[in-house]
């Protein structure tokens, strides 16, 4: 069982920044292939992130490539992703996601096991 908490969410005008984390529970974190998913309303949930083991491997969905920056410290069992020049277009309910069957990063939300609950990031124009 891996349990993931999400934090750093909240309300930031157009072209600032946000740094999310996700801290997890499981001692051998530095096993699993994490990413960030998020929902915006009204709509089904997106691939945003993901980073491999070791973290040298790391793949974008178009929308964010170049503004997202997803990073791990296995030491300390966290995943970050920074978000910078943020758009109104990025508000959403962003998600970290843990997935403990594979070894390469992957896009499909269907290969993630355990999922946090959750922090909201709102963009104002």
């Known amino acids: 069982q891996v349990q993931l908490v999400e934090s750093g969410g909240g309300l930031v005008q157009a072209g600032g920044s946000l740094r999310l984390s996700c801290a997890a529970s499981?001692?051998?974190?530095?096993?699993?292939?994490m990413g960030w998913f998020r929902r915006a309303p009204g709509k089904e949930r997106e691939f945003v992130a993901t980073?491999?083991?070791?973290?040298?491997?790391?793949y974008y969905a178009d929308s964010v490539k170049g503004r997202f920056t997803i990073s791990r410290d296995n030491a300390k069992n966290m995943v970050y992703l920074q978000m910078d020049s943020l758009k109104p277009e990025d508000t959403a309910v962003y998600y970290c996601?843990?997935?403990?069957?594979?070894?390469?990063?992957?896009?499909?939300?269907?290969?993630?096991?355990?999922w946090g609950l959750g922090t909201q990031v709102t963009v104002s124009s």
């Open positions: 980073i491999n083991r070791s973290g040298g491997s790391k």
């Open positions: 499981r001692g051998t974190f530095s096993t699993n292939v």
């Open positions: 996601a843990a997935a403990t069957k594979i070894s390469s990063i992957d896009i499909r939300d269907r290969t993630y096991d355990y």
